[in-house]
């Protein structure tokens, strides 16, 4: 190209910076994939810095982890090319030449490639849906390995065991529900003195330990607390079938006063199976709906004594 036609190039376009790589083989041990190479020659020299004076990726990590002196680098498979530009470009820096890892790449549950897009694997999105941060962390520290993923791991347990070794390069699996499970199991190890939210609610001192040990065994996020401790405190909009009208008058004569605790559920059951002769679910049920408004949740043993309101018949 002449020098008048780079000139008009110049005047037409603004300038950016590439770096300039040497035709070489880089070559390193990866601490998940093993001895790799890549041959520079077949690849373009990389923009650095745009027209319009930004930095790039390429330039600003490499400049981050020399400033830092971050000595191990462990990121996804599809950066591998990316490994051999930037070794390139520390080599202009520093004489200290990071390790590097590369993991498995995750897919969804038929192997379609996860992207960057995917908006309800973002950190952001599983916040708002209450996914538990321990339960993420737990699912990172094994996804791609032969570790179990449905097991909920401490941190110091993750930090003793933790070993490239385990993982590989084979693409992954990321199944959402497991990391849901997993989000649910976090709380049948939390103490009540750990959430925050049980102050929110403003929940009194004297029942706040009783209702997390009931709550913990039935919510699924945080969140949740707050429709279950309304029920407790304002109660709910009995639900009744016509053939139970008559059961239920007999049961809430017969309800005991408070205060109550898990043996008052039990007493009153026994109660009422005497003066009614039911059995069963045809107890349960209808007293479950009646109290609740639900036909599901919590163990009406441990809910019963907290319930502040009880709906009239």
Known sequence: MSETKKNDLRHNR?????FLLNHERIEWK?????????????????????????????????????????????RGLDHVTNT????????NFSNE???FAHHSLLTGLKGEQLSKRFSSLSVKELREEGI???????????????????????????LDN??????????????????????VKTFSYMTYDAVEELNDLQIPENVRRQFWEMAKENIK?????????????????????????EFLQTCFSLIPDKPRDENSWINWVKEIKIKTGRQGKNIYMPLRKALTGLEVGPDMKKLFPLLQKIPKI
């Open 14 to 18: 603004k300038s950016y910076w590439r």
């Open 30 to 74: 990866d601490e998940i994939i093993g001895n790799t190479s890549i041959d520079t020659a077949s690849l373009s020299d990389p923009v650095l810095i745009r027209a319009d004076g930004q930095f790039l990726y390429t330039l600003a990590s490499v400049k981050d982890d020399i400033d830092f002196h971050i000595s191990n680098i462990i």
């Open 84 to 91: 051999a530009v930037q070794i390139q470009i520390m080599k």
């Open 97 to 99: 030449i990071p390790s």
């Open 132 to 158: 538990e941060a321990k339960a993420i962390i737990s699912l990172l520290s094994c996804l791609g390995s032969s570790k179990n993923t449905s097991k909920l791991f401490e941190k110091k347990e993750i």
């Open 162 to 183: 933790f070993s490239l070794n385990n993982f590989g390069s084979a693409p992954t699996k990321f199944d959402k529900q497991i990391l849901s499970n997993l989000s």
């Open 221 to 245: 996020t945080r969140k949740e607390l707050v429709k279950l401790w309304d029920l407790c405190k304002n109660g709910t909009i009995p639900v009744i079938e016509k053939e139970d009208m």
